[in-house]
């Protein structure tokens, strides 16, 4: 079965940082550009950044750019998002997808989706 499953996610203060991690099962990531979403309370889901396939070649929305860092391991088959200087608007529902080789930041580009992992940012 091909799965992607987000973790990381959790409660951070403002300024905060955090982790999520996206592995998959039942198939290799070395193909795949791997893409994070965000979807917040109300809203339309976003794109936040990506990865290509070899790791060389990422990409950020302006609203997380210097904050957001992504990054894989393929050996582990997984990818990162590393969060820093959190602030309560990144609070958000985040999810990692895939897509053959090259980032797009389309929603409708990418294959295979993870269920999402919950990112709030509270004082």
């Known amino acids: 079965q091909l799965q992607l499953v987000e973790s990381g996610g959790g409660s951070v203060q403002p300024g905060g940082s955090l982790r999520l991690s996206c592995t998959a099962s039942?198939?290799?990531?070395?193909?795949?550009?791997i893409g994070w979403f965000r979807q917040a309370p109300g809203k339309e889901r976003e794109w936040v950044s990506c990865?290509?396939?070899?790791?060389?070649?990422?990409n950020y929305a302006d609203s997380v750019k210097g904050r957001f860092t992504t990054s894989r391991d393929n050996a582990k088959n997984t990818a990162y998002l590393q969060m820093s200087g959190l602030k309560p608007e990144d609070t958000a529902v985040y999810y990692c997808?895939?897509?053959?080789?090259?980032?797009?930041?389309?929603?409708?580009?990418?294959?295979?989706w993870g269920q999402g992992t919950q990112v709030t940012v509270s004082s």
């Open positions: 997808a895939t897509r053959l080789v090259i980032c797009s930041g389309r929603q409708t580009d990418y294959a295979y």
């Open positions: 039942g198939f290799i990531l070395d193909d795949y550009a």
């Open positions: 990865i290509n396939r070899f790791g060389s070649i990422t």
